[in-house]
Every structure is written in C-alpha cells, then in structure tokens.
C-alpha cells in the first residue's frame, strides 16, 4: 500500500513529538509500505513567523504593533496588494516547513530508516495565483515515486511550492493539508491520512457538545460543507481535492493507533441519516442596508464593491419590496466589518436619504449539515421548532441540498447547537457507521 501520512503542527511541535512520529512513519514502512510525510511546521511557529513580519512593517510605518488575525489567519494588519510584500511573506513562512521536515527526516535515519526531506523547489510542486495563496498545479510524481523505490521514506514540507517564474508560494493557512491530498492524488495513493490532535470529525465540536459522537465515515460533499463552517479540522481546499481526485482521506489521532474518520465518496446507505454534523460559525458579522431603491443594479454595485475588495460575503438576503424600497442583509467575515462598512459608505446608494448601513458583529450561524436532507421533507421545518422551542429568534435562514443554516444571536449560538444535536438524535447513536 502507498500512504501519504500529513503530521499537523502540535503533533510535530517539539522534537519528543517529531520523534515518535518518526517511529510511527517508519513502523508503518515496516509493516511493508511506501510512506510518503507531509508536515506542518512546529505549532505556533507559523504565527510567529508572520507577526515578524507585520511587526517589522509596523515600525517602518510608526505604528502600534500588530496584533490579532485577519480573517484567513494572517496577522493582522498584513500589507494588501502588496506582491512585494506577499513573496516575502511566502519566503518567510515556508521556512517553518523547512524546518520540521528535516528534522523529521534526521529523526528517522537516528532510528535506522532511510529518509530524505524535500521542501520548496525539490518538490517540484508548481502553483499559480497568488503568493501567499497559491493554488497548485501540477506535482513531480516521478522524483518521488523514485526516492520510494529506492527504499526511503520521503518527507515534504507542506504548505509551499514553486510559481512558473521560480518564486516560493505558499498555499494559505491550513494549507499542508492540501498538500497531502494534492500529494496523494499525484502519486496515486491509497489513502492519505491527516494525523493530528483530535481523533476524527465530530457530529459537532466537542468542546461545545461533551455528547458529540466521532463519526467513522462522512461523504466528501458533507465534509466540504462541514469544513467551510468553521469546523477547522482540514483546509477546505484539501476537501475539494479529495473530491475532485475521489482520494479516500482518514483524519486520525497521531497519539494513537484507533481508527478515526474516513471521509470518502457519498454511498446510498449515507442517506438514511439526516443531519451527519452541526457546526456554529461565530467569526462573521451581519450588514443590513435599509430602504435601498429597488431598482436593477443596486445590489450588483453593493456587491461589486465588497468583491473588489476581496471581501467575502456568505449569506445575502434581499426582502421583497414595500414601495420602490427594499432592506438587504448580507454576512461577511467579522474581521472584514470595518472595511465593508468603508466600501459600502463610498457608494451612491449609502448617501441617499432613508438607506442606513447597520452592522451586527454579535451573531452566530449555526449549521445543520447531511445528504440525508436531499430526499427527506421537514427537516428544516424541524430545526427551526428545536429553536422555538427554546425561545431562540432566528434572523436569517440559508439552505443548500444539504445544508440548513440559521443565524441567531450571538449568545445563544452554543445553546441552539447542542439543541440541535440532540434534537436530531446525534448523540444517541443515530449517527452513521
Ligand atoms: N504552517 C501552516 C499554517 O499554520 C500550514 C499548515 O500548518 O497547514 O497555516
Ligand atoms: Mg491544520
């Protein structure tokens, strides 16, 4: 069998952890497989790393040090738009990878293994886009399917790659995962494992729901829904991936050897449960634009000035009209609130007499997630009595094929979720096996 195994940041965080992953990585070629390790860089190392740099463009500027995260997990202020600034940043951050890769590879030759590490341009990992959220495009199989044959275990730096021009790119944060499921797919693996610090995907975040239930299988569709809501077990794009190539993906503990979550292509017994997961998303704020004339082309220029900013909008709501005159409300990330509000004040629209731009910061989406939903009725209908009765007030509602999602204020966000959990039987045993 051919594994790509991906370590994550705490499981490779200090060199006891990077040697016992060494153990694992090389039992598992004992035990008579090509083993290919993706790794994170050390935990926190990739944070410190990028508070460098905002700290360095700080004094430049006189500014108070950087602190917080933007909404993609940079520190925040980076510089934007800047490419000067994003290959360094890229140069800068892909050093950690660097770091734990080599010295994974030692551990493993200390042990009496044979391991080589690869980072940037030997990986022969070539991406397009931007610098510090490059998008891969193609991966030398070749180079690496020799160093296999050769009897070693190849170690990759995640989270880095080459542009065409020869420039080291960076894949976002959480983007070693992607690298792994990306690798996997290149060299025809038979199953890439995400080794870290929980022991699989949850029918909701343990921390909030103590009843929450590992699941043993989820369906990449499930997953994708599940990752882009804030679940932060795995970088969507490593989801899409595995989708796209039909990589079987198992997330599993690096601390044991038990079975984890296998999340895989949909099978028709999936759909027997309704709800696989609820998720709750507290890291977006709501935008209500009030009394906005209902004619064409409002909302395409409220909605082309978020995205000439790159400002990401998830929920959008537009009510029917009352008298030439509509609200709209919309989500964007918390940490884009202040720069939305800028671009929407710039706009015509905004300076008319009766539209007022209102912004809540305190709300929490809460999401119901399954494929189960596609062929059975009510289960929206559910969901919105287990709030009700409760006394929850839902303020916006979106549905996909396989998704419901309210949102509510943002201190009941916890409550509604493991309401919803119970209500829908997850913790009893009704989840998927
Ligand atoms: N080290 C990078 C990050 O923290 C990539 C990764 O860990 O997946 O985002
Ligand atoms: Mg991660």
Redesign the pocket.
Known sequence: MLVVQKY??TSVGTLERIRAVAERALSRQREGDRVVVVV??MAG???RLIALANQLHAIGRHQQQATGTDGK?WVAPVKRDDPGFERELSQL?ST??KVSAALLAMAIQDLGGEAVSLIGHQLGLVTSGSFTNARIVSIDAANIHAMLDAGSIVVCA??QGLDEAGNVT????????T?AVAMAAAISADVCEILTDVDGVFTADPRLVPSARKLERISHEEMLELASLGSKVL?IRSVEFAKKFNVPVHVRSSLHLEEGTWIVPETPDMEAVLVAGVALDRDEAKVTLTNCPDVPGTIATVFTALGERGIVVDMIIQNASREGHTDVTFTVPQAELERTREALSGLAVASQPDVEILADPKIAKISIVGVGMRTHAGVAAKAFSILAREGVNIQMVSTSEIKVSVVVDEKYGELAVRMLHAGFGLEAGATRS
Do not use: I, M, Y
């Not at 960076?170 to 995962?177: C, E, K, N």
């Open positions: 994550g940041g994170s860089a190392e990739t944070n997990g951050v950690g990878e995640g989270f960076t894949l976002g944060r959480g983007g070693s995962d690298s970088q």
